[in-house]
Structure formats: structure tokens, C-alpha cells
């Protein structure tokens, strides 16, 4: 599946990335096998709280091997993980920095 090119949008001097879906993926790691989907996301995954994973697992956005699963479920070897979510990333300036000094021990904005 080939990434979407992001589209861009300025706001007063700082440039946004318009929100898009995004799909994490991965195989389950040997450290996860044996722990249920939501010990290991609450654990591991700290960007969200533990009761956006149980929400995420019980709406679908988050899978094992292509189908629901149960925040119960314990994790093993071959378990395809994938989570969809809509990302929103922070703005940046939209304009060019000015580089005042640079070396192999220093860069300088």
C-alpha cells in the first residue's frame, strides 16, 4: 500500500498537515506473546490512555490477523497487529531557517 502524499494548509505564518488515516502495523513480538492486546497496548503504547485501546479494539480500528479481537486476547507467535487511526501531526513555520552556524560538533538555527 503506497503512502498518501500529504497535503499542506497555512495559518498565519505556520503550515499544518491536513489529518489523514494512517495504519500502524506490525507481527506480534516475542516480548508481547503470552500478555492479552490490551496489557500490551496500555504497557507499551503510551500516547493513549488504556480505555482509548478497549474502545479501539471493541470499534475495530485496532485488529488481529485482519478480524476483531477481544481486549482479552493473548497475543502469540504470527499475530498480525494492525491499528487504524486519523492522525494529526502540530505545525511547523512555513518559512525557511536561517542556519548560523554549522560543524561536525554543531548546528546552529
Do not use: C, M
Not at 15 to 44: D, M, N, Q, T
Not at 70 to 83: R, V, Y
Not at 84 to 89: C, D, G, T
Request: glycine share 2%; net charge negative.
Amino acid at each position: 500500500e503506497a503512502p498518501v502524499k500529504p497535503t499542506f494548509k497555512v495559518i498565519d505564518g505556520l503550515r499544518y498537515v491536513v489529518p489523514y488515516r494512517f495504519l500502524f502495523k506490525s507481527y506480534a513480538k516475542k516480548r508481547w506473546f503470552g500478555r492479552s492486546i490490551i496489557e500490551v497496548f496500555a504497557a507499551e503504547f503510551q500516547a493513549y490512555p488504556a480505555d482509548y485501546y478497549l474502545r479501539a479494539l471493541e470499534s475495530g480500528r485496532i485488529t488481529v490477523n485482519a478480524e476483531r479481537a477481544e481486549p482479552t486476547h493473548i497475543l502469540q507467535d504470527h499475530d498480525f497487529i494492525a491499528h487504524a487511526l486519523h492522525r494529526h501531526e502540530p505545525p511547523v513555520l512555513d518559512r525557511s531557517i536561517e542556519i548560523i552556524a554549522e560543524d561536525t560538533e554543531v548546528f546552529v538555527v
